[in-house]
Protein backbone atom coordinates (compact mmCIF):
# COMPACT_ATOMS: atom_id res chain seq x y z
CA UNK A 1 0.00 0.00 0.00
CA UNK A 2 2.77 2.43 1.08
CA UNK A 3 4.40 1.35 -1.88
CA UNK A 4 1.79 2.67 -4.12
CA UNK A 5 1.52 5.89 -2.28
CA UNK A 6 5.66 6.24 -3.06
CA UNK A 7 5.15 5.65 -6.64
CA UNK A 8 2.56 8.58 -6.90
CA UNK A 9 3.99 10.77 -5.10
CA UNK A 10 7.00 9.97 -7.45
CA UNK A 11 5.07 10.94 -10.34
CA UNK A 12 3.83 7.24 -11.07
CA UNK A 13 -0.04 6.56 -12.89
CA UNK A 14 -0.33 3.00 -12.30
CA UNK A 15 -3.89 2.17 -11.07
CA UNK A 16 -4.26 0.34 -7.78
CA UNK A 17 -5.90 -2.50 -9.21
CA UNK A 18 -2.56 -2.75 -11.41
CA UNK A 19 -0.03 -2.48 -8.60
CA UNK A 20 1.46 -5.56 -7.93
CA UNK A 21 4.94 -4.39 -6.29
CA UNK A 22 4.77 -7.86 -3.67
CA UNK A 23 6.88 -5.35 -1.33
CA UNK A 24 4.18 -2.85 -0.84
CA UNK A 25 1.46 -5.72 -0.59
CA UNK A 26 0.98 -6.29 3.01
CA UNK A 27 3.09 -4.58 5.45
CA UNK A 28 1.34 -2.40 7.96
CA UNK A 29 1.14 1.13 7.29
CA UNK A 30 3.22 3.71 9.18
CA UNK A 31 0.91 6.11 9.02
CA UNK A 32 -3.04 6.58 8.05
CA UNK A 33 -3.23 6.44 4.40
CA UNK A 34 -4.83 9.00 1.92
CA UNK A 35 -8.31 9.01 0.93
CA UNK A 36 -9.22 6.90 -2.19
CA UNK A 37 -10.24 10.63 -3.74
CA UNK A 38 -6.95 12.46 -2.84
CA UNK A 39 -5.03 9.26 -4.08
CA UNK A 40 -6.90 9.28 -7.78
CA UNK A 41 -6.51 12.71 -8.11
CA UNK A 42 -3.14 12.44 -8.06
CA UNK A 43 -2.72 9.52 -10.01
CA UNK A 44 -4.93 11.92 -12.74
CA UNK A 45 -2.66 15.14 -12.07
CA UNK A 46 0.45 12.95 -12.89
CA UNK A 47 -1.61 11.58 -16.19
CA UNK A 48 -2.24 15.39 -16.85
CA UNK A 49 1.40 15.99 -16.06
CA UNK A 50 3.21 13.33 -19.06
CA UNK A 51 0.69 14.04 -21.14
CA UNK A 52 2.50 17.18 -22.58
CA UNK A 53 1.68 19.42 -19.03
CA UNK A 54 5.24 21.59 -18.39
CA UNK A 55 8.27 19.44 -17.19
CA UNK A 56 9.00 20.27 -13.38
CA UNK A 57 11.61 18.84 -11.22
CA UNK A 58 11.35 15.98 -8.56
CA UNK A 59 11.40 18.37 -5.87
CA UNK A 60 8.44 19.97 -7.20
CA UNK A 61 6.42 16.82 -8.45
CA UNK A 62 6.89 15.74 -4.24
CA UNK A 63 5.54 18.99 -3.18
CA UNK A 64 2.32 19.15 -5.31
CA UNK A 65 1.73 15.52 -4.44
CA UNK A 66 1.95 16.07 -0.50
CA UNK A 67 -0.45 18.31 -1.25
CA UNK A 68 -3.05 16.53 -3.01
CA UNK A 69 -2.45 13.78 -0.46
CA UNK A 70 -3.04 15.68 2.45
CA UNK A 71 -6.06 18.19 0.74
CA UNK A 72 -9.28 17.50 2.78
CA UNK A 73 -12.59 17.25 0.62
CA UNK A 74 -14.73 19.93 0.36
CA UNK A 75 -17.96 20.19 0.49
CA UNK A 76 -20.75 17.85 1.16
CA UNK A 77 -20.10 14.33 -0.29
CA UNK A 78 -18.27 10.95 1.22
CA UNK A 79 -15.44 11.14 3.97
CA UNK A 80 -12.33 9.89 2.44
CA UNK A 81 -12.58 6.73 1.19
CA UNK A 82 -10.29 3.12 2.32
CA UNK A 83 -9.29 1.31 -0.47
CA UNK A 84 -10.50 -2.06 -1.33
CA UNK A 85 -7.74 -4.67 -1.09
CA UNK A 86 -6.05 -2.90 1.67
CA UNK A 87 -6.50 -3.59 5.35
CA UNK A 88 -10.33 -2.79 6.41
CA UNK A 89 -11.52 -0.87 10.18
CA UNK A 90 -14.18 -2.95 10.00
CA UNK A 91 -16.40 0.36 9.95
CA UNK A 92 -16.77 3.11 8.48
CA UNK A 93 -17.14 3.77 4.42
CA UNK A 94 -17.14 1.00 2.35
CA UNK A 95 -13.76 0.29 -0.06
CA UNK A 96 -13.27 1.31 -3.62
CA UNK A 97 -11.08 1.42 -6.35
CA UNK A 98 -10.02 4.60 -6.84
CA UNK A 99 -10.50 4.01 -9.98
CA UNK A 100 -14.37 4.26 -9.94
CA UNK A 101 -14.55 7.40 -8.01
CA UNK A 102 -16.86 10.26 -9.44
CA UNK A 103 -15.47 13.35 -10.83
CA UNK A 104 -17.93 15.37 -7.93
CA UNK A 105 -15.81 13.53 -5.39
CA UNK A 106 -12.16 14.27 -7.16
CA UNK A 107 -13.48 17.94 -7.63
CA UNK A 108 -14.29 18.41 -3.74
CA UNK A 109 -10.37 17.76 -3.21
CA UNK A 110 -9.18 19.83 -6.30
CA UNK A 111 -11.29 22.46 -5.67
CA UNK A 112 -9.40 22.92 -2.14
CA UNK A 113 -6.25 23.06 -3.93
CA UNK A 114 -7.49 25.40 -6.42
CA UNK A 115 -8.79 27.90 -3.19
CA UNK A 116 -5.51 27.79 -1.53
CA UNK A 117 -3.95 28.90 -4.72
CA UNK A 118 -6.38 31.40 -5.31
CA UNK A 119 -6.10 32.73 -1.89
CA UNK A 120 -1.85 33.08 -2.02
CA UNK A 121 -2.61 34.62 -5.24
CA UNK A 122 -4.59 37.61 -3.71
CA UNK A 123 -6.85 39.78 -5.73
CA UNK A 124 -5.14 41.99 -8.59
CA UNK A 125 -5.15 45.23 -8.21
CA UNK A 126 -8.36 47.36 -9.68
CA UNK A 127 -7.25 49.60 -13.02
CA UNK A 128 -9.21 53.19 -12.36
CA UNK A 129 -8.55 55.89 -14.76
CA UNK A 130 -8.35 59.44 -13.90
CA UNK A 131 -12.45 60.44 -13.65
CA UNK A 132 -13.58 62.58 -16.80
CA UNK A 133 -15.29 65.46 -15.29
CA UNK A 134 -17.99 65.71 -18.27
CA UNK A 135 -18.56 62.31 -18.53
CA UNK A 136 -21.86 60.64 -18.72
CA UNK A 137 -23.45 59.89 -15.98
CA UNK A 138 -25.04 56.15 -15.70
CA UNK A 139 -26.00 53.25 -13.27
CA UNK A 140 -25.98 49.81 -15.06
CA UNK A 141 -28.23 47.19 -14.21
CA UNK A 142 -29.15 43.93 -15.57
CA UNK A 143 -27.17 41.18 -17.72
CA UNK A 144 -24.61 41.06 -14.75
CA UNK A 145 -21.74 39.24 -17.14
CA UNK A 146 -22.03 42.34 -19.49
CA UNK A 147 -22.72 44.84 -17.01
CA UNK A 148 -19.84 43.81 -15.05
CA UNK A 149 -17.61 43.50 -17.85
CA UNK A 150 -18.54 47.03 -19.14
CA UNK A 151 -18.73 48.51 -15.64
CA UNK A 152 -14.78 47.05 -15.60
CA UNK A 153 -13.91 48.77 -18.78
CA UNK A 154 -15.46 52.27 -18.44
CA UNK A 155 -13.81 52.59 -14.79
CA UNK A 156 -10.19 51.92 -16.70
CA UNK A 157 -11.49 54.47 -19.19
CA UNK A 158 -12.17 57.09 -16.33
CA UNK A 159 -16.04 56.65 -16.62
CA UNK A 160 -16.96 55.30 -13.33
CA UNK A 161 -20.19 54.31 -12.49
CA UNK A 162 -22.49 56.67 -10.34
CA UNK A 163 -22.76 60.52 -9.88
CA UNK A 164 -25.87 62.95 -9.82
CA UNK A 165 -28.86 62.26 -11.67
CA UNK A 166 -27.21 59.32 -13.33
CA UNK A 167 -29.16 57.31 -16.24
CA UNK A 168 -30.24 53.86 -14.85
CA UNK A 169 -28.84 51.62 -18.18
CA UNK A 170 -30.83 48.16 -17.56
CA UNK A 171 -28.97 45.50 -20.32
CA UNK A 172 -31.70 42.95 -21.12
CA UNK A 173 -32.23 40.27 -23.50
CA UNK A 174 -33.69 36.74 -24.14
CA UNK A 175 -34.71 36.00 -20.41
CA UNK A 176 -33.02 32.20 -20.51
CA UNK A 177 -29.99 33.86 -21.42
CA UNK A 178 -30.26 36.35 -18.24
CA UNK A 179 -30.79 33.72 -15.82
CA UNK A 180 -28.31 32.09 -17.53
CA UNK A 181 -25.98 35.13 -17.21
CA UNK A 182 -26.50 35.80 -13.67
CA UNK A 183 -26.16 32.50 -12.25
CA UNK A 184 -22.84 31.93 -14.28
CA UNK A 185 -21.65 35.87 -12.90
CA UNK A 186 -22.91 34.77 -8.81
CA UNK A 187 -20.26 32.11 -9.18
CA UNK A 188 -17.39 34.21 -9.93
CA UNK A 189 -18.33 36.57 -6.95
CA UNK A 190 -20.11 35.30 -4.18
CA UNK A 191 -20.71 31.15 -5.03
CA UNK A 192 -24.27 29.82 -5.88
CA UNK A 193 -26.00 26.57 -5.71
CA UNK A 194 -25.85 24.18 -8.10
CA UNK A 195 -27.62 25.48 -11.91
CA UNK A 196 -30.01 23.04 -11.54
CA UNK A 197 -31.29 23.67 -7.93
CA UNK A 198 -30.62 27.47 -8.32
CA UNK A 199 -33.16 27.19 -11.37
CA UNK A 200 -35.42 25.26 -9.16
CA UNK A 201 -35.35 27.64 -6.39
CA UNK A 202 -36.80 30.45 -8.21
CA UNK A 203 -39.33 28.92 -10.32
CA UNK A 204 -40.73 27.35 -7.15
CA UNK A 205 -41.47 30.48 -6.02
CA UNK A 206 -42.59 32.29 -9.41
CA UNK A 207 -39.97 34.90 -8.58
CA UNK A 208 -36.87 36.48 -10.67
CA UNK A 209 -33.76 36.82 -8.95
CA UNK A 210 -33.36 40.99 -8.33
CA UNK A 211 -30.41 41.58 -11.23
CA UNK A 212 -32.72 39.78 -13.73
CA UNK A 213 -36.00 41.58 -12.79
CA UNK A 214 -35.54 44.93 -14.71
CA UNK A 215 -38.51 46.64 -13.82
CA UNK A 216 -37.59 45.77 -10.43
CA UNK A 217 -33.76 47.21 -10.58
CA UNK A 218 -34.47 50.53 -11.95
CA UNK A 219 -36.96 50.90 -9.53
CA UNK A 220 -34.34 50.36 -6.49
CA UNK A 221 -32.30 52.70 -8.59
CA UNK A 222 -34.84 55.21 -8.18
CA UNK A 223 -35.04 55.58 -12.32
CA UNK A 224 -37.47 58.26 -13.47
CA UNK A 225 -38.56 57.61 -16.94
CA UNK A 226 -36.33 60.23 -18.68
CA UNK A 227 -33.80 59.02 -17.04
CA UNK A 228 -34.08 55.43 -17.90
CA UNK A 229 -33.02 53.20 -20.97
CA UNK A 230 -33.93 49.43 -21.28
CA UNK A 231 -31.10 48.18 -23.62
CA UNK A 232 -32.01 44.82 -25.24
CA UNK A 233 -29.86 45.43 -29.01
CA UNK A 234 -26.24 45.64 -27.29
CA UNK A 235 -25.17 47.00 -30.85
CA UNK A 236 -26.20 50.31 -29.13
CA UNK A 237 -24.95 49.91 -25.63
CA UNK A 238 -21.82 52.25 -25.87
CA UNK A 239 -23.81 54.79 -27.06
CA UNK A 240 -25.77 55.06 -23.75
CA UNK A 241 -22.88 54.74 -22.00
CA UNK A 242 -21.11 57.54 -23.28
CA UNK A 243 -18.38 55.79 -25.61
CA UNK A 244 -17.97 54.67 -28.83
CA UNK A 245 -17.41 50.89 -27.89
CA UNK A 246 -16.92 48.21 -25.67
CA UNK A 247 -14.88 45.66 -25.89
CA UNK A 248 -16.22 42.32 -26.80
CA UNK A 249 -17.48 40.35 -23.90
CA UNK A 250 -17.23 36.34 -23.51
CA UNK A 251 -19.66 34.41 -21.32
CA UNK A 252 -17.45 32.24 -19.51
CA UNK A 253 -18.10 28.24 -19.96
CA UNK A 254 -20.49 25.90 -17.47
CA UNK A 255 -16.89 24.22 -17.06
CA UNK A 256 -15.55 27.29 -15.82
CA UNK A 257 -18.80 28.77 -14.11
CA UNK A 258 -18.94 25.35 -11.97
CA UNK A 259 -15.63 25.07 -11.05
CA UNK A 260 -15.29 28.68 -9.98
CA UNK A 261 -18.83 28.48 -7.91
CA UNK A 262 -16.95 25.08 -6.11
CA UNK A 263 -13.89 27.27 -5.35
CA UNK A 264 -16.10 30.05 -4.07
CA UNK A 265 -17.50 27.89 -0.98
CA UNK A 266 -13.70 27.52 0.07
CA UNK A 267 -13.09 30.71 -0.68
CA UNK A 268 -15.19 32.08 1.87
CA UNK A 269 -14.43 29.70 4.31
CA UNK A 270 -10.47 30.86 4.13
CA UNK A 271 -10.95 34.83 4.12
CA UNK A 272 -13.52 37.15 5.39
CA UNK A 273 -16.95 37.51 3.23
CA UNK A 274 -16.08 41.39 2.05
CA UNK A 275 -12.69 39.53 0.29
CA UNK A 276 -14.35 36.99 -1.81
CA UNK A 277 -15.65 38.85 -4.58
CA UNK A 278 -12.15 40.67 -5.55
CA UNK A 279 -10.65 37.13 -5.33
CA UNK A 280 -13.35 35.50 -7.34
CA UNK A 281 -12.85 38.44 -10.21
CA UNK A 282 -9.47 37.41 -10.24
CA UNK A 283 -9.95 34.18 -10.73
CA UNK A 284 -12.65 34.79 -13.71
CA UNK A 285 -10.03 36.99 -15.39
CA UNK A 286 -7.08 34.42 -14.93
CA UNK A 287 -8.82 31.11 -15.66
CA UNK A 288 -8.23 29.57 -18.95
CA UNK A 289 -10.62 29.14 -21.53
CA UNK A 290 -11.57 25.68 -22.50
CA UNK A 291 -14.22 26.38 -25.29
CA UNK A 292 -16.86 24.89 -23.39
CA UNK A 293 -20.51 26.44 -24.31
CA UNK A 294 -22.00 28.03 -21.19
CA UNK A 295 -25.00 26.73 -19.33
CA UNK A 296 -28.60 27.07 -20.48
CA UNK A 297 -31.78 26.59 -19.05
CA UNK A 298 -33.18 22.95 -19.84
CA UNK A 299 -36.37 22.34 -21.55
CA UNK A 300 -37.91 21.22 -18.17
CA UNK A 301 -38.11 24.93 -17.30
CA UNK A 302 -38.98 26.99 -20.81
CA UNK A 303 -42.42 27.61 -19.77
CA UNK A 304 -41.94 29.34 -16.62
CA UNK A 305 -39.34 31.46 -17.92
CA UNK A 306 -41.43 32.26 -20.96
CA UNK A 307 -44.32 32.80 -18.18
CA UNK A 308 -41.85 35.29 -16.14
CA UNK A 309 -40.84 36.49 -19.64
CA UNK A 310 -43.93 37.62 -20.71
CA UNK A 311 -45.07 39.25 -17.24
CA UNK A 312 -41.68 41.36 -17.08
CA UNK A 313 -42.79 42.76 -20.41
CA UNK A 314 -45.96 43.90 -18.82
CA UNK A 315 -44.19 45.72 -16.58
CA UNK A 316 -41.67 47.25 -18.57
CA UNK A 317 -44.72 48.43 -21.03
CA UNK A 318 -46.82 49.67 -18.42
CA UNK A 319 -43.52 51.87 -16.88
CA UNK A 320 -43.16 53.21 -19.91
CA UNK A 321 -39.47 53.05 -20.07
CA UNK A 322 -38.05 54.15 -23.00
CA UNK A 323 -36.31 51.09 -25.22
CA UNK A 324 -33.26 50.55 -27.10
CA UNK A 325 -34.12 47.43 -29.37
CA UNK A 326 -37.74 45.57 -29.38
CA UNK A 327 -38.92 44.63 -25.54
CA UNK A 328 -40.02 41.44 -27.05
CA UNK A 329 -36.82 40.49 -27.02
CA UNK A 330 -37.25 39.54 -23.81
CA UNK A 331 -38.67 36.48 -24.40
CA UNK A 332 -36.80 33.44 -24.01
CA UNK A 333 -35.26 31.67 -26.81
CA UNK A 334 -36.36 28.16 -28.72
CA UNK A 335 -34.12 25.46 -27.90
CA UNK A 336 -32.92 25.40 -31.08
CA UNK A 337 -31.98 29.31 -30.91
CA UNK A 338 -29.38 28.39 -28.33
CA UNK A 339 -25.66 28.64 -28.97
CA UNK A 340 -23.32 26.02 -28.60
CA UNK A 341 -24.09 22.09 -28.22
CA UNK A 342 -27.22 21.24 -26.99
CA UNK A 343 -27.11 19.39 -23.64
CA UNK A 344 -29.07 16.71 -21.49
CA UNK A 345 -30.34 17.66 -18.92
CA UNK A 346 -27.94 15.99 -16.17
CA UNK A 347 -26.74 16.67 -12.71
CA UNK A 348 -27.33 20.59 -12.81
CA UNK A 349 -26.56 21.09 -16.73
CA UNK A 350 -22.74 20.92 -16.38
CA UNK A 351 -20.46 18.09 -17.11
CA UNK A 352 -18.59 17.17 -14.39
CA UNK A 353 -15.83 15.36 -16.20
CA UNK A 354 -15.19 19.00 -18.06
CA UNK A 355 -15.25 20.50 -15.02
CA UNK A 356 -13.09 18.11 -13.70
CA UNK A 357 -10.09 18.08 -16.64
CA UNK A 358 -9.76 22.28 -16.51
CA UNK A 359 -9.57 21.79 -12.75
CA UNK A 360 -6.33 19.55 -13.21
CA UNK A 361 -5.49 21.67 -15.87
CA UNK A 362 -5.15 24.48 -12.80
CA UNK A 363 -3.54 22.99 -10.94
CA UNK A 364 -0.73 21.30 -13.00
CA UNK A 365 0.00 24.41 -15.08
CA UNK A 366 0.80 27.63 -12.75
CA UNK A 367 0.48 29.92 -15.79
CA UNK A 368 -2.84 31.32 -14.61
CA UNK A 369 -1.05 32.63 -11.05
CA UNK A 370 2.21 33.02 -12.29
CA UNK A 371 1.08 34.79 -15.90
CA UNK A 372 -0.60 38.32 -15.96
CA UNK A 373 -3.84 38.75 -16.33
CA UNK A 374 -5.76 37.71 -19.44
CA UNK A 375 -5.42 40.54 -22.14
CA UNK A 376 -7.18 38.36 -24.83
CA UNK A 377 -10.66 40.35 -26.02
CA UNK A 378 -13.92 39.02 -24.67
CA UNK A 379 -17.05 38.41 -26.60
CA UNK A 380 -20.34 37.54 -25.72
CA UNK A 381 -22.06 35.09 -27.79
CA UNK A 382 -25.28 36.16 -29.82
Not at 37 to 48: T, W, Y
Request: proline residues 10%.
Amino acid sequence: MQGWVAHLRAGGTTPWLEWTDPAAGDEPAARALPGAQQLELLRRINLARGAGAPARDLGSVTRLADRVLAAPAAGRGKADLPLVGARAAGFGARPVDPASVDAHELLRVASTLLADDLVALGPDPVRRGVPRPWRRRFRLVGDPVVATAAREHLLRRGRPEGGPRPFVVAVGGPLDDLLAHTWTQRCFEHGSRPWGDWLRFWRERDQLPARVDLDDSVRRWGGRRPFVRIVTDLDHLPEHLGVRRLPPVQVPGADQAELARRISAVVGIRVPVAERPALMRTLQARMPDTGVAPVVVPAAEHEWVATSAARMTRQLTRAGYPVVGDVADLAPRAPSDRPGPSRPAGHAGVDGQQVLDLAIRMIVDPGWRTGRERGRERRVEQ
